[in-house]
């Protein structure tokens, strides 16, 4: 019998969760700022995922979709708070109203997004909802471009996040408006322009995370919905109070969803796969009912 863990399915975990932690340092990012959980954040995955057709439509490579992600996935949020959120702030909104309203416009960009997927396939002759760009991957010495690309990419903006954070003035504000609100606008912080800031990084980290999706597994308008779950239980299960909660419960995430699927596909059959989604969520349940408050928040203690 073949062996269930291969490197190759170590270096498959390795993709997954470098992926999986640039969705979940949006969501964290984001309660950490606002307190609302974003289900818009599964249409900025989507975004980026068609950012990087479109750049290979116009003749570029895919990978060149990654910066475009990066701004599209910035602007749609900002859309997003300006257009919606912040005039429901402004009139006290609850935070179950703003949560339906991120719901609502996820599932307007949903619509948006299926008319952009018609237009690529109508107009330019493209498989628009079955987007793969594994054959287009460079190779380096056997290893796939997506797993170096995807894990820099990764650790460059999270190195990124924490300088801005914590080495800027800009930081000290954003930091002050994530701890108490009320009072960094008496202190003098612009606390509209800190929460603006904060989905802007979180659309565009998305943005990011989406247009690498091509490259690992095969994409349509759906893709962004059907992770979102895993997205918030990777930045759950890390703990919602301490940003480098989303990589260590992303990687913890990944890494037992790929290992355990791949060994329960080795002894049950692949007909497993169907259930992934399972894994995630089951781990989640597990963390969680041993430590509430989320991975980080013991090792922050320490």
């Known amino acids: 019998m073949q062996a269930a863990i291969s490197p190759a399915t170590l270096i498959s975990a390795l993709v997954w969760s470098s992926i999986l932690s640039l969705t979940a340092i949006g969501i964290t990012l984001l309660y950490r700022t606002t307190r609302v959980p974003n289900f818009a954040h599964a249409s900025f995955v989507t975004t980026g995922i068609y950012a990087s057709t479109i750049v290979w439509v116009f003749g570029f490579h895919p990978y060149l979709g990654i910066p475009v992600g990066f701004v599209l996935g910035g602007l749609e949020a900002v859309l997003l708070f300006y257009a919606i959120l912040e005039p429901l702030r402004r009139r006290k909104a609850s935070i179950f109203l703003l949560m339906i309203a991120t719901l609502s416009f996820d599932i307007l960009m949903y619509g948006v997004l299926n008319v952009l997927a018609d237009t690529l396939q109508f107009e330019f002759k493209i498989l628009s909802r079955n987007i793969y760009f594994v054959p287009m991957d460079f190779n380096i010495g056997g ?66 995370a989406g247009a690498l999706m091509p490259f690992y597994q095969m994409c349509n308008v759906f893709t962004g919905t059907y992770y979102l779950a895993e997205m918030f239980c990777a930045s759950i299960m890390g703990g919602l109070d301490y940003l480098i909660g989303a990589p260590i419960g992303s990687f913890i995430l990944g890494f037992a969803k790929i290992l355990l699927l791949s060994f329960l596909a080795s002894v049950i059959g692949p007909d497993i796969i169907n259930y992934m989604m399972i894994i995630p969520l089951g781990v989640m349940v597990i963390v969680l009912a041993t430590l509430p408050t989320g991975i980080a928040s013991l090792i922050m203690r320490r």
């Not at 894990?151 to 408006?177: D, H, K, P």
């Open 143 to 208: 290893i796939q471009g997506v797993v170096l690309i995807s894990f820099a990419t990764f650790l460059a903006t999270f190195i990124s996040l924490q300088l801005l954070l914590y080495r800027t003035n800009l930081g000290v504000a954003l930091r002050a408006c994530m701890e108490n609100p009320a009072l960094a606008q008496t202190l003098g912080v612009n606390v509209s322009r800190m929460l603006l800031l904060s989905w802007f990084i979180a659309g565009a980290t998305a943005g990011v």
